[in-house]
């Protein structure tokens, strides 16, 4: 091997960003063979997402939850492992959140409640990531296989629940009752207005200042605790991890725990924050799109930040650019999302070789 | 009661189909190294294109051709991303199952503007029950002609075909020479290359014939069970799919026996709704709904017999150069 070395705007910068241009050409390919103009379609998108107040008050909150979801698949990734339950994580954390909000939103204020519903919701989700983290440490079963089993046994449990245990009194659907004001979530109305922005109607709330709390925990943690180094080496060569002493299994657990902490407070958001009661579904898909996320942030808190943004203003632009053009369904953004993890995840060596091959032998030269 | 024995029999048949069908795919895709949890997306796909062509040309058997179409074509992209650019074969799935959940949807609105599914299909546009000879003659004779006319005759041509795929599985995988070297690169792919035969070649073709398989569960969703495509209307079978390939360790006639335990529990649980058991009391349908996950994580976990997969599964093969 020679010395030579692709420099570092290359890896982390061009080839990423060839890979995501390439997803974008490739869903302009979709609305054209829709027959919509895919640069009409991304003006109804962009103002969606940004062209009013109220649009950036969704897009920061559809961006909550899948910074979540996207740290938790990410730091996963860190460790080699892939955190397909992010969404019964997510599920399972809101229920926690619901449960503490349901007993003490009429005895507690709210300055208590919160960190008790945000503590709970991250104890519930990282509970669901135990038992396949376990399994995979200790009994070398395959944790993305028992992850996605974990979605559906959430699921279950949680249609069960509702069903069951937590619907409200005369009601049809299975929804819990209305928490007191005293467990909602402020929103972030009177912290924009300031600044003469006005979000009006959306459901942004203090659940976005958390989740970059939780990205700034996710950096300290990763990059700057003898912990976080024993992940990293773990998830680069877990060989040679365990020659140098460290525990990967107990590094594989530790890892998820905080994995489905992270999941799990997509239900902080979600229903403390914007739905105000327990019901089913609300995940909707969250879990997934973290994939996308965590892909296309590069495993970095930046990265996901600005990932969550992005898909976040497609979610958001998306619902618009099907108020606009009705023979669109919002549900092209989930195809965009489906050609960003081909792209910049499963085909991310596609022009790795030629590309590092040719600064390589520039660099030689 | 031995009638309605026969009933859940019959409805199990019918609900294990799509499943024996797609774990049949993964068992090949999986066997030849690849991991595959795209199977809910193939299908989903292959519902759709079987539902779109059966409406438009009138005809199930269209339907069936364009479902196997479609699905082989997803499965060249998962093959392409993890055998010719050793991708993550995971993502890879993520990514299909991902594109295919929206695209259906965005390409039938677009087409049907029925808000995402398809016409409803009737006549040749569907994959009819076929009644077996003499199944009314016999069906006043006692049990057997039970059995016959009701569990046996009366489903339709892919059910009959899901079956006759296992034995002939079993017969591909494990009496074929392009078996034996199927089974070789999912366990020691130097092996084979050292052999002179081209793991990539052998890979792409349990891909390719994983995507038929996963076609024909999608055209028998959408054409034989269903009459017309509804929005995801896989709803996590793929997933069982594979579970019951795990649950089967990767092994034709296991994995039947685990698709018709998941089929007869998801026909059970219909049954069971607000029926209250003697001694048991009511037993909650979700109950019965989780188990085949349950029961695939428990074997995973080693506490009923052990699931051990193909060696070089989910691993690229880089070929070594001197």
Redesign the interface.
Known sequence: MSQAKVPAWVSVGLIPLLNILLAFFVSGL?FL???EDPIEAAGYLIYGAFGYDEGIGYTLYYATNLIFTGLAVSIAFKAGL?N?GGEGQAYIGGLGVGLLCLWFDSSLPLIVIAPLAIIGGALFGAAWAY?PAY?QAR????I???T???N??AS??M??LMV?WLKAEGVMSPISRTFEESAWLPYMHDLFSPFGLDIGGSPLNMAFILALLCCVLYWGLVWHTRWGYQLRTVGTNPTAAQYAGIDNAKVTIWVMLISGGFAGLVGVNEIMGVNHNLLLNFTAGYG?AG??VA?MGRNHPVGIILAAMLFGALYQGGAELAFEIP???P?????????V??FS??????FKGRIEGFFLRRAAA | MFETLILILDATLRVSTPLILAALAGLFSERSGIVDIGLEGKMLGGAFAAAAAAAVFGSAWIGLLFAIGASVCLALIHGFACITHRGDHIVSGVAINTIVAGLTVTLGLDWFSQGGQTPALTGDARFTPITLPFAEQVADVPVIGLIYSELLSGHNILVYLAFAFVPATYWVVFKTRFGLRLRAVGENPHAVDTAGISVALVRYRAVIICGVLCGIAGAYLSTAHNAGFLKDMSAGKGYMALAALIFGKWRPVPVLCACLLFGFLDAVAVRLQGVSLPGIGEVPVQAIEVLPYVLTVLLLAGFIGKAVGPKAIGKPYVKERA
């Open positions: 979709v063979a829709i027959g892939f397909i038992i399994l009994r070398g079963s395959h993305v296989i028992t996605i089993m974990f559906f046994i279950s449990l249609v069960y069951n997934f994939i996308a892909l023979t669109i369904t549900e092209i953004v989930v195809v965009i999302q489906g050609l993890i081909l995840g499963a085909l991310e060596n596609m």
